[in-house]
Structures are given as C-alpha cells and as structure tokens.
C-alpha cells in the first residue's frame, strides 16, 4: 500500500520507516496535544511520516477498575483535534462492529487489536468504511496466519491494509517477537513493528500488565534492521503515572534521540 493514500501523511517520499506513536489511552486533551506536539517536532526534524496513536477506549483489562477512558465521543473529539492542530493523520483501535463507523468519522487508521483479529465481522466493518485498517497480529497467531486477516480486509473491497507484529505470547507472562516474520508478513501487506507491547508482562497476580522499557531500543533497532516499513511506540511524558500501559511506554523524553539512532541504522540498511 503506498503510504502517500494516507490523508495527511508527511515525508512519504523520505524512504524512512512510518511510525505509529503516542499514548496507550487518551486520557484528556492537554494531554492529547502536549504528546502530539512533542512528536510531530521531531519527526519532522527527521523526515519521519507519522501518525498519531491514541485509544478512545480501552476495552481490554485485566480488572474491571482499570481505566478504559474519559467517554468515546469526548476522546474522538480530542483525536480530531489533533489531526487538525498538527495536521496529522491519527490512529485509534476498535472492539466492537459499530465502532468501526463510530471512529471512522474522526480518524484516518482503524486498528483491529491482537485478540480480536481473527473476528470476521469486526474486520469486515472495519474494511468497509474504506479507511486503512491496522491488523494487529494475534499473540497466539503465526506470521503465516495473517494472510488471511488481509484477505478479509481485500475481499471486503478496501486493499488499504497494514499488519502489526506486537510479539507471540511466551508462556503466562512473557511476550517474544519473532523477527522471522517480518518477511513472512511483507508478502501479505506492509509491516509494522509494535515495539512497546512487544515488550508487556502481561498476566500478573496484581492485574496489572507489567513491561520491559529498558528493552525497547534493542527490539526497535533490531526491527528495523529487519526491514520493517513503521514502527509502532506508545510514549508519554510522565509514564509512572500514565492511566494505561505505562509499565512498557517509552519516556516522551528519550523518543528523539531514539528515533535519530533507527533513521540512521534504516539509511545504512538501504544501501544494501
């Protein structure tokens, strides 16, 4: 799929990786747009195409008084604010088939999460609101398997498709990304690398999904070595005290000089 269909979409032509950042969840807007601002710098800086990452709910937890969001047209709203401040597309992921027409009227990517890629009528009303669809790959699911994840979103009229590798479940409470499917996966659409979720614990006694940051840095430059074409990050300014997902988030803080170091390995590897 060529990145240049995507509405908004800067630096297409940078023969860099995309990539996919912000916060797991949006949990209001200064917040929503203090990240936004921070990252479009930069990647600007880098010629880097990007777009926005936020979930307007989050509908997959462990314990139900774990957060799940601040209402979904309030936090669709704040997405669109974005896309228009920053001139950004965006990015949110959807659960359940009437979603599908619900975000698709404020964001440019719809993203089927990793459980729930093998369900056929989400990812078909996902496909048929024709905005491109970002197929998680399943934790329990090989790289083989997701060929038809992406015939599904083909046959339903909409070849505007992404898959995102976020690790294969490794055991209870590790996950492992298996970088031989990338290629694998590149057959079928483009591939992205969703470092931060790669890098979860998930399964803890407290109901509290654990993480490794410290390893984001190896799995990214390793993914793009590996010839993925985006890279996925969740990243906030005060991880310790982010509403989700802030046991693997990267530091906002630490995504400049990150980003500089994989720009870098992906012009050396595009000599070769």
């Known amino acids: 799929?060529?990145?240049?269909?995507?509405?908004?979409?800067?630096?297409?032509?940078?023969?860099?990786?995309?990539?996919?950042?912000?916060?797991?969840?949006?949990?209001?807007?200064?917040?929503?747009?203090?990240?936004?601002?921070?990252v479009v710098s930069i990647t600007d800086k880098l010629a880097i195409p990007y777009v926005f990452k936020g979930s307007f709910k989050k509908a997959n937890r462990s314990r139900i008084d774990s957060f799940t969001g601040i209402g979904d047209e309030k936090a669709l709203k704040i997405l669109r604010k974005v896309s228009e401040t920053f001139d950004v597309p965006t990015v949110t992921d959807i659960h359940e088939n009437e979603d599908a027409v619900k975000a698709a009227e404020y964001v440019d990517v719809l993203q089927i999460p990793a459980f729930l890629v093998r369900q056929t009528d989400l990812v078909v009303a996902a496909a048929r609101t024709s905005k491109v669809i970002n197929l998680k790959k399943g934790q329990f699911m090989s790289p083989e398997a997701m060929q038809h994840a992406v015939r599904k979103v083909k046959d339903s009229g909409n070849d505007k498709a992404w898959i995102t590798d976020r690790g294969t479940m490794f055991g209870y409470q590790d996950m492992v990304v298996d970088f031989r499917g990338i290629p694998t996966m590149r057959q079928f659409a483009p591939v992205v690398l969703d470092v931060t979720h790669s890098l979860q614990q998930p399964n803890q006694t407290s109901g509290v999904t654990g993480g490794r940051p410290e390893m984001i840095e190896t799995i990214s430059r390793a993914g793009v070595a590996a010839g993925v074409d985006g890279l996925f990050m969740e990243t906030h300014f005060d991880p310790k005290n982010a509403?989700?997902?802030?046991?693997?988030?990267?530091?906002?803080?630490?995504l400049e000089g990150l980003l500089t170091r994989l720009v870098a390995i992906r012009k050396t590897i595009s000599h070769f």
Request: proline content about 4%.
């Open 1 to 38: 799929m060529e990145l240049s269909l995507v509405p908004k979409l800067k630096h297409t032509s940078s023969n860099n990786f995309f990539l996919l950042a912000g916060p797991c969840a949006i949990e209001g807007e200064d917040m929503a747009l203090r990240i936004a601002e921070k």
């Open 243 to 254: 509403k989700s997902d802030g046991a693997n988030m990267l530091d906002l803080s630490l």
